[in-house]
């Protein structure tokens, strides 16, 4: 008797095929923390290439769960306006829309 993958039964025989991940807060410290690390990064690599193949200006900010900040900047002018806000432990949304707007 032969059996078939779900993934041959879907014309994909030999495909790595993704399962979809439960999007609930990962119990385990560590599991999260190594989950946030490699999303950062992930993320972070992802906004500078936006901003090199599309040619866009692209901010981006990340709080860690510890409250330390992790900052992309495509250009001079956005990095000046990161600069010019400080955030706390607690970031507030309102800081850098100020920044920008003087």
Do not use: H
């Not at 991940?21 to 500078?48: D, W, Y």
């Not at 510890?66 to 800081?95: H, M, N, V």
């Amino acid at each position: 008797m032969l059996l078939r993958s779900e993934a041959e039964e879907k014309g994909r025989a030999g495909e790595m095929v993704r399962g979809k991940t439960e999007m609930r807060r990962i119990e385990n410290a560590t599991s999260r923390q190594v989950t946030f690390s490699k999303r950062r990064n992930g993320l972070l690599k992802k906004a500078f290439e936006l901003s090199v193949l599309c040619d866009a200006e692209v901010a981006l900010i990340i709080f860690s769960p510890r409250g330390k900040l992790y900052e992309f900047a495509s250009s001079r002018f956005i990095t000046w306006a990161f600069s010019k806000t400080q955030f706390k432990s607690e970031p507030d949304p309102s800081l850098l829309r100020n920044a920008l707007m003087n």
